[in-house]
């Protein structure tokens, strides 16, 4: 893996770097202006925000304040489930791109599947025409099962790009990754350091980290990127921000690897892609 603007190729030819920033919880403002600045200095090359995250205009600022060219920074932001649906959809889309001060979003993602088949896939013909419209570069989903795409696809013929779940040594999604696999979706994991749980991990992490003069949180990252999964942790600590972004001198072997792949049990910190409606706040 070349380092931090490593890219994967998309199945519609759109090139995503494989490792960024993510800013959810990351107050509006000077927390999140920073947040984005340090990264981007660190060499970062993508940004994961969301309508939901109430940062959007932050990450606008920062990212036209390190005056590096709008194309070589990757940003991902997603729709918010109160805005499914065609007409809502578009306007939610609009509204991102004003309050992130860009003519063009990398990728867009439904951020949740929600329980109203209609107003989703209404809101994946609405991405689809965003994307015709080049509003946006790249069309995804996020917390979506096999059983969601398999709907989209079916209905609209077209495969979304990326899938963006809950994953970490203790949610592997075997099998989810396994169907990604076979359609040509990029897996991104959200929570890819057990989403703020990092002190549940087990010790076993900080000492396959410490074979390798990493920490533990450096070998789960490294895992991921191991995996072929794109990660983007979030921290707004500076040397957190630096420490999460180097792993790229370093290579676990097989038996580690299997070590961490050992830790599955199946528990995800967020809520059921199934059961998750409208209505949740900070999970
Ligand atoms: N699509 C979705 O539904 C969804 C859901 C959740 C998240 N996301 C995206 O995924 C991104 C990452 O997930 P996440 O924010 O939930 O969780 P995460 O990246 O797994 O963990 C973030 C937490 O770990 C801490 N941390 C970061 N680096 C660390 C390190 N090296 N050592 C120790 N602690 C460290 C952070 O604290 P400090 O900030 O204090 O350093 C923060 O509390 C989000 O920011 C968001 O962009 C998407």
Not at 115 to 132: F, G, S, T, V
Request: glycine share 8%; charged share 30%; aromatic share 8%.
């Amino acid at each position: 893996m070349a380092g931090l603007k490593d890219k994967a190729a998309l199945n519609d030819g759109v090139k995503m770097p494989r490792f960024g920033l993510g800013v959810y919880l990351v107050k509006e403002g000077a927390e999140v202006e920073n947040s984005v600045r340090y990264a981007l200095e660190a060499g970062y090359r993508l940004v994961d925000t969301a309508a939901f995250y109430k940062n959007e205009a932050g990450v606008g600022k920062a990212i036209r304040e390190s005056r590096i060219p709008r194309e070589e920074i990757f940003v991902t932001t997603k729709l918010w489930n109160s805005d499914h649906g065609y007409e809502k959809a578009i306007r939610a889309c609009e509204k991102s791109l004003k309050l992130l001060g860009m003519d063009y979003i990398d990728l867009y993602l439904i951020h949740w599947p929600g329980l109203n088949r209609d107003d989703r896939l209404a809101a994946w013909e609405a991405i689809l025409k965003l994307k015709e419209q080049q509003k946006i570069r790249s069309a995804g989903v996020s917390n979506f099962k096999p059983h969601h795409i398999e709907d989209l696809i079916s209905e609209h013929g077209v495969t979304p790009s990326v899938d963006q779940v809950e994953l970490h040594p203790f949610n592997s999604q075997t099998e989810l990754r396994r169907y990604a696999k076979e359609k040509s979706i990029i897996i991104t994991a959200w929570g890819p350091l057990f989403h703020g749980h990092l002190s549940e991990a087990p010790a076993t992490l900080n000492a396959i980290g410490g074979k390798y003069g990493k920490t533990g949180a450096q070998a789960v990252l490294r895992w991921h990127l191991q995996n072929g999964i794109s990660i983007i942790p979030k921290s707004v600590k500076k040397h957190r921000i630096i420490e999460n972004a180097d792993i790229f001198d370093f290579e676990l072997s097989d038996e580690d690897m299997k070590v961490i792949d050992g830790l599955n049990k199946d528990k995800a910190y967020g809520p059921d892609p199934d059961i998750m409606d409208f209505g949740f706040v900070n999970i």
